[in-house]
Protein backbone atom coordinates (compact mmCIF):
# COMPACT_ATOMS: atom_id res chain seq x y z
CA UNK A 1 0.00 0.00 0.00
CA UNK A 2 0.89 3.72 -0.29
CA UNK A 3 3.44 5.09 2.15
CA UNK A 4 4.58 8.55 2.90
CA UNK A 5 7.64 8.99 4.85
CA UNK A 6 8.96 13.41 5.63
CA UNK A 7 12.36 13.85 6.00
CA UNK A 8 14.17 17.34 6.67
CA UNK A 9 16.07 18.72 9.05
CA UNK A 10 14.51 19.59 12.48
CA UNK A 11 15.96 23.02 13.47
CA UNK A 12 15.96 25.54 11.06
CA UNK A 13 17.63 29.40 12.36
CA UNK A 14 15.15 32.42 12.07
CA UNK A 15 14.91 34.29 8.15
CA UNK A 16 15.98 31.16 6.77
CA UNK A 17 14.36 28.57 4.47
CA UNK A 18 12.72 25.17 5.92
CA UNK A 19 13.21 22.51 2.86
CA UNK A 20 11.32 19.22 4.02
CA UNK A 21 11.08 15.87 1.66
CA UNK A 22 8.33 13.26 1.25
CA UNK A 23 9.39 9.93 -0.28
CA UNK A 24 6.37 8.05 -1.88
CA UNK A 25 6.62 4.16 -1.59
CA UNK A 26 4.11 1.41 -2.81
CA UNK A 27 2.53 4.42 -5.67
CA UNK A 28 3.51 7.02 -8.22
CA UNK A 29 2.80 10.78 -7.98
CA UNK A 30 2.43 10.51 -11.01
CA UNK A 31 -0.81 8.48 -10.80
CA UNK A 32 -3.29 10.53 -12.42
CA UNK A 33 -6.20 11.63 -10.08
CA UNK A 34 -4.32 12.37 -6.79
CA UNK A 35 -3.22 15.54 -5.50
CA UNK A 36 0.42 15.21 -2.81
CA UNK A 37 -0.19 17.83 -0.06
CA UNK A 38 1.75 19.33 3.10
CA UNK A 39 -0.43 20.01 6.48
CA UNK A 40 1.31 21.50 9.49
CA UNK A 41 0.28 21.02 12.96
CA UNK A 42 1.47 23.75 15.73
CA UNK A 43 2.58 22.51 19.00
CA UNK A 44 -1.05 21.45 20.67
CA UNK A 45 -3.02 23.13 18.04
CA UNK A 46 -5.05 22.37 14.95
CA UNK A 47 -3.89 21.63 11.28
CA UNK A 48 -3.33 24.45 8.79
CA UNK A 49 -3.19 23.07 4.70
CA UNK A 50 -0.10 24.45 3.43
CA UNK A 51 -0.46 23.23 -0.30
CA UNK A 52 -0.13 20.39 -2.72
CA UNK A 53 1.20 19.60 -6.31
CA UNK A 54 -0.81 17.90 -8.73
CA UNK A 55 0.66 15.03 -11.12
CA UNK A 56 1.08 17.65 -13.96
CA UNK A 57 3.50 19.52 -12.14
CA UNK A 58 0.33 22.29 -10.75
CA UNK A 59 0.56 23.55 -7.47
CA UNK A 60 -1.74 25.69 -5.38
CA UNK A 61 -1.08 26.70 -1.66
CA UNK A 62 -3.35 28.01 1.35
CA UNK A 63 -3.07 32.27 1.03
CA UNK A 64 -2.07 32.78 4.20
CA UNK A 65 1.16 31.67 3.56
CA UNK A 66 1.53 35.26 1.38
CA UNK A 67 3.95 33.21 -1.29
CA UNK A 68 6.44 32.06 1.33
CA UNK A 69 5.61 28.04 0.26
CA UNK A 70 6.59 25.94 -2.96
CA UNK A 71 6.14 22.74 -3.21
CA UNK A 72 8.25 21.05 -6.22
CA UNK A 73 8.73 17.08 -7.48
CA UNK A 74 10.88 14.49 -8.25
CA UNK A 75 9.43 12.07 -10.26
CA UNK A 76 12.37 9.79 -10.75
CA UNK A 77 12.57 9.63 -7.35
CA UNK A 78 8.90 9.71 -6.27
CA UNK A 79 9.44 12.48 -3.90
CA UNK A 80 7.87 15.88 -3.42
CA UNK A 81 9.27 19.12 -1.64
CA UNK A 82 7.97 21.77 0.35
CA UNK A 83 10.48 24.87 0.92
CA UNK A 84 9.13 27.61 3.49
CA UNK A 85 11.26 30.70 3.23
CA UNK A 86 11.67 33.44 6.22
CA UNK A 87 10.04 31.24 8.68
CA UNK A 88 10.15 32.54 11.89
CA UNK A 89 9.08 30.77 15.52
CA UNK A 90 5.52 30.98 14.10
CA UNK A 91 6.30 28.49 11.69
CA UNK A 92 7.15 25.65 14.70
CA UNK A 93 5.55 22.88 13.47
CA UNK A 94 4.87 19.32 13.14
CA UNK A 95 5.11 18.94 9.35
CA UNK A 96 3.21 16.19 7.59
CA UNK A 97 2.63 15.21 3.85
CA UNK A 98 -0.55 13.98 3.00
CA UNK A 99 -2.78 12.29 -0.26
CA UNK A 100 -6.20 13.42 -1.44
CA UNK A 101 -7.85 11.94 -4.34
CA UNK A 102 -11.38 12.70 -6.07
CA UNK A 103 -13.21 12.70 -2.40
CA UNK A 104 -10.98 15.41 -1.09
CA UNK A 105 -9.97 14.21 2.01
CA UNK A 106 -6.42 13.75 3.03
CA UNK A 107 -6.56 9.28 3.23
CA UNK A 108 -3.13 8.75 3.40
CA UNK A 109 -0.65 10.67 5.60
CA UNK A 110 3.30 10.67 6.46
CA UNK A 111 4.19 10.22 9.97
CA UNK A 112 4.92 13.80 10.31
CA UNK A 113 8.14 16.19 10.95
CA UNK A 114 8.90 18.50 13.69
CA UNK A 115 10.66 21.38 12.91
CA UNK A 116 11.48 24.23 15.66
CA UNK A 117 12.49 27.34 14.11
CA UNK A 118 14.85 28.73 16.32
CA UNK A 119 18.72 30.72 16.57
CA UNK B 1 -12.36 32.32 4.47
CA UNK B 2 -14.88 29.62 5.73
CA UNK B 3 -14.28 28.94 9.29
CA UNK B 4 -15.43 25.38 10.76
CA UNK B 5 -16.22 25.52 14.65
CA UNK B 6 -16.18 22.26 16.59
CA UNK B 7 -18.00 21.42 19.79
CA UNK B 8 -17.71 20.34 22.25
CA UNK B 9 -14.48 21.31 22.91
CA UNK B 10 -14.52 18.29 25.18
CA UNK B 11 -16.00 15.43 26.10
CA UNK B 12 -16.04 13.11 29.53
CA UNK B 13 -17.26 9.32 28.37
CA UNK B 14 -16.77 5.80 29.10
CA UNK B 15 -16.06 3.13 26.99
CA UNK B 16 -18.58 1.70 25.62
CA UNK B 17 -21.02 4.82 25.69
CA UNK B 18 -21.96 6.95 22.88
CA UNK B 19 -20.30 10.31 21.32
CA UNK B 20 -21.92 12.67 19.78
CA UNK B 21 -19.77 15.49 17.76
CA UNK B 22 -20.56 18.89 16.02
CA UNK B 23 -19.27 20.42 13.20
CA UNK B 24 -20.52 24.02 12.31
CA UNK B 25 -19.49 25.57 9.29
CA UNK B 26 -19.59 29.67 8.83
CA UNK B 27 -20.84 29.12 5.30
CA UNK B 28 -22.48 26.32 3.70
CA UNK B 29 -20.48 23.27 2.83
CA UNK B 30 -21.00 20.76 -0.16
CA UNK B 31 -21.42 17.37 1.72
CA UNK B 32 -18.95 16.12 -0.78
CA UNK B 33 -15.92 17.88 0.94
CA UNK B 34 -16.49 17.43 4.05
CA UNK B 35 -14.35 14.90 5.89
CA UNK B 36 -13.96 13.99 9.56
CA UNK B 37 -10.14 12.67 11.21
CA UNK B 38 -8.94 10.96 14.48
CA UNK B 39 -5.74 11.87 15.79
CA UNK B 40 -4.06 9.45 18.65
CA UNK B 41 -1.30 11.68 20.80
CA UNK B 42 1.65 11.46 18.58
CA UNK B 43 0.20 10.19 15.30
CA UNK B 44 -1.12 11.41 12.40
CA UNK B 45 -4.53 12.03 11.75
CA UNK B 46 -6.60 9.24 10.27
CA UNK B 47 -9.34 9.45 7.99
CA UNK B 48 -12.52 8.43 9.26
CA UNK B 49 -15.65 9.74 7.17
CA UNK B 50 -15.94 11.43 3.80
CA UNK B 51 -18.65 13.03 1.62
CA UNK B 52 -20.10 13.57 5.13
CA UNK B 53 -21.32 10.36 5.54
CA UNK B 54 -19.37 7.75 3.81
CA UNK B 55 -16.56 5.61 5.85
CA UNK B 56 -13.29 5.56 4.60
CA UNK B 57 -11.34 2.41 4.18
CA UNK B 58 -10.91 0.04 7.55
CA UNK B 59 -13.03 2.20 9.59
CA UNK B 60 -15.62 -0.06 11.61
CA UNK B 61 -19.10 0.74 11.70
CA UNK B 62 -19.22 1.91 14.87
CA UNK B 63 -18.59 5.31 13.22
CA UNK B 64 -20.89 7.31 11.32
CA UNK B 65 -21.35 10.92 9.53
CA UNK B 66 -24.27 13.17 8.91
CA UNK B 67 -25.19 16.21 7.91
CA UNK B 68 -25.99 18.86 5.22
CA UNK B 69 -25.30 22.45 4.68
CA UNK B 70 -23.58 24.16 8.00
CA UNK B 71 -24.07 21.67 10.49
CA UNK B 72 -22.31 17.92 10.53
CA UNK B 73 -21.86 15.07 13.09
CA UNK B 74 -19.72 12.82 13.54
CA UNK B 75 -21.14 9.85 16.02
CA UNK B 76 -19.41 6.98 17.64
CA UNK B 77 -21.82 4.39 18.98
CA UNK B 78 -19.67 2.74 21.22
CA UNK B 79 -16.30 3.84 22.34
CA UNK B 80 -13.45 1.67 21.94
CA UNK B 81 -10.07 2.59 24.18
CA UNK B 82 -8.46 3.12 21.22
CA UNK B 83 -10.95 6.24 20.43
CA UNK B 84 -10.38 8.51 23.25
CA UNK B 85 -8.69 11.44 21.24
CA UNK B 86 -9.09 14.76 19.15
CA UNK B 87 -11.40 14.39 16.12
CA UNK B 88 -10.99 16.96 13.60
CA UNK B 89 -13.92 18.17 11.01
CA UNK B 90 -12.25 19.05 7.09
CA UNK B 91 -14.06 20.94 4.55
CA UNK B 92 -12.79 22.00 1.09
CA UNK B 93 -14.08 25.06 -0.54
CA UNK B 94 -12.48 27.51 -2.66
CA UNK B 95 -9.11 25.72 -3.72
CA UNK B 96 -8.32 25.64 -0.34
CA UNK B 97 -8.93 22.96 2.99
CA UNK B 98 -9.35 24.50 6.39
CA UNK B 99 -10.14 22.01 9.18
CA UNK B 100 -12.29 22.61 12.47
CA UNK B 101 -10.17 23.75 15.99
CA UNK B 102 -10.78 20.08 17.27
CA UNK B 103 -12.96 18.03 19.21
CA UNK B 104 -11.12 15.68 22.40
CA UNK B 105 -13.10 12.51 23.90
CA UNK B 106 -11.58 11.50 27.02
CA UNK B 107 -11.96 9.00 29.80
Given amino acids: QVQLQESGPGLVKPSQTLSLTCTVSGGSINSGGYYWSWIRQHPGKGLEWIGYIYNTGSSYYNPSLKSRASISRDTSKNQFSLKLSSVTAADTAVYYCARHGSMYAFDIWGQGTMVTVSS | ELVLTQSPGTLSLSPGERATLSCRASQSVRSSYLAWYRQRPGQAPRLLIYGASSRATGIPDRFSGSGSGTDFTLTISRLEPEDFAV ?11 TFGQGSKVEI
Fill in chain 2, 87 to 97: YYCQQYSGSAW
